[in-house]
């Protein structure tokens, strides 16, 4: 038993939904859990918001934070030998743009999202090329995803020609065709958040 999420955006994302999957996970302790990218939002870290702080007030060590609440939630209720596997996507991804900019190095060493949320201490499987890893499972590959149009499940199919699990567009979508099949599996955000503003 396996359970993938993605797009949570963690701490914009829509707790009362989240904790029924919690509720869900206590019922079938599942063997897997993957987190397929954009698992927390790094909002202090985009392009929309300039600086430390974000635009909601809410600066990165607090995402960090928050989301270690719903990790160490996720650990209390896996088996201790279940497969974790932490997908980056492009919010994450933002960390290695932020370090790369030459201007930011007056804020110094900035916390990885590897390190704020102790992924290696817990054990996880740690994918952070979000356009190209991939968690195989079974016959489908699971990545976080890059295509943003409004048929990404056919898209993803007619690009990768493989059975494929995603997120990134936070459509719920999927496409079959011949024996292969797309599933673009939505978000778990809430998009009442004021850091979805800028959508």
Sequence with gaps: MTIVMGCLHIPYHDRAVLDRIKKLMVDITPD??????????????????????????????????DANVELNDFDRILKRDALKVFVFGNHENRYFKWQKNPDNAKYGELLSPIRGLELDKRHYKV???????????????????????????????DTYRVNTLFAHSHRTQMYREGAFAAFNIGSLANFESGAFNYM
């Design 32 to 65: 897997q859990l993957v987190l397929l990218g954009d698992t927390i939002d790094c909002n202090a870290l985009g392009h929309f918001d300039r600086g430390m702080i974000s635009s909601t007030g809410i600066t990165l060590e607090e995402e960090y934070s």
């Design 127 to 157: 994918l952070t090329d979000y356009i190209n890893d991939k968690h195989v499972f079974g016959s489908y590959d699971l990545f976080h995803g890059d295509l943003a149009n409004i048929y990404t499940a056919k898209k993803s199919l």
